[in-house]
């Protein structure tokens, strides 16, 4: 059987990268090196010809296709499809509030237990503004940390959102600019009867999961159920005592065996049961109003912002 003839220039091109788009450039460039990130600003008729793309520091180059890759496919592809490592900007150099949440600010750590960071960062305002954005969440596993932008944080915290009011009435606070000082400040402007909306949501949700779970699967992470529990708990005094807390050392001893499996879950979901009672009687009785602050915090987040414009 004889192959049939192969033409290179029959092969399909491929679709041409719109303006807009995000990438990785492979090759050394006189002014940036192999990694930096760019956006395309003008793409050609066909991939046959250039593109012109434009870094952060406002300079701009001619770079054909196989010089540039996607980089959404370059985080996808774990960094492989270019040789050099991108050249990511320190957004973490503007963090304003770092704290430790999780076990260690719970009083219900352990030996091998994890310390996890978590905060606000503010970034300038050339990089709010510019073509790139800046992300909403920093992450980095290695570390354990996570940083929200400001204008995320305060939305999250408006709706009352567990881990981000956790921030903000943690006792164990790394650092503090004066404004990440002035925002731990009106931390009651936060709290509002979406508190029993939200946690209430949540924790039926996973309960729900959590039983499923052992009805089918014969098992639960006793830990998932330990920070559940801790939730509701956390959730009662935040209806009553308009303040969440974070530290629960009298129920430290009973949580923990929670965790370790000791308690049979018809033991511990009588004890949410019990719980539950408490919190709806709790958001009967709450003085909390029914809505938080928004214009006190509206007000914080136009200050903020006009703070770093005149820094």
């Known amino acids: 059987m004889t192959a049939p003839n192969f033409h290179p220039e029959q092969l399909p091109l491929p679709p041409v990268l719109p303006v807009g788009t ?4 492979r090759v050394a460039l006189r002014e940036h090196a192999a990694g930096a990130v760019g956006v395309i600003v003008q793409s050609p008729v066909d991939p046959q010809h250039a593109y012109r793309v434009r870094f952060m520091d406002g300079v701009e180059a001619s770079l054909k296709r196989e010089e540039l890759v996607v980089l ?9 499809a270019v040789d050099a490592p991108v050249a990511e900007y320190d957004f ?8 430790v949440i999780g ?18 960062y503010l970034p300038p305002p050339d990089l709010q503004w510019s073509l790139f954005g800046v992300p909403e969440q920093l992450e980095d596993d290695a570390t354990q940390e996570t940083y929200w932008e400001l204008q995320k944080f305060l939305v999250l915290a408006l709706k009352a959102n567990p881990n981000v009011l956790e921030c903000l009435y943690t006792p164990l606070v ?26 209430n949501g949540y924790v039926m949700s996973q309960f729900k999961k959590l039983s499923s779970d052992l009805r ?19 959730g009662v005094t935040a209806l009553r005592e308009a303040v969440v807390p974070v530290r629960v050392e009298e129920h430290r001893e009973r949580l923990l065996a929670i965790r370790r499996g000791e308690l049979q879950w018809d033991e511990v979901d009588g004890w949410r049961v019990r719980l539950h009672e408490a ?8 003085t909390l109003p029914e809505r938080p602050d928004y214009a006190a915090v509206n007000a914080f987040l136009v200050k903020a912002r006009r703070a770093m414009v005149e820094r």
């Open 174 to 199: 790394e650092h503090a600019t004066p404004l990440a000082e002035e925002l731990l400040a009106m931390r009651a402007a936060f709290l509002s009867k979406l508190v029993y909306q939200t946690y």
């Open 92 to 99: 973490k150099r503007h963090v304003i509030l770092r704290c």
């Open 103 to 120: 076990s260690r600010a719970y009083g219900l750590d352990h030996a091998g237990s994890d310390t996890d960071y978590r905060g606000v």
């Open 279 to 286: 919190f709806d009687a709790a958001f009967a009785a709450t």
């Open 216 to 234: 089918n699967k014969g098992e639960v992470k006793w830990k998932h159920v330990m920070h559940l529990i801790r939730l509701l708990l956390s």
């Open 72 to 80: 959404k496919h370059y985080q996808r592809e774990g960094g492989t």
């Open 22 to 25: 995000k990438v990785v450039v």
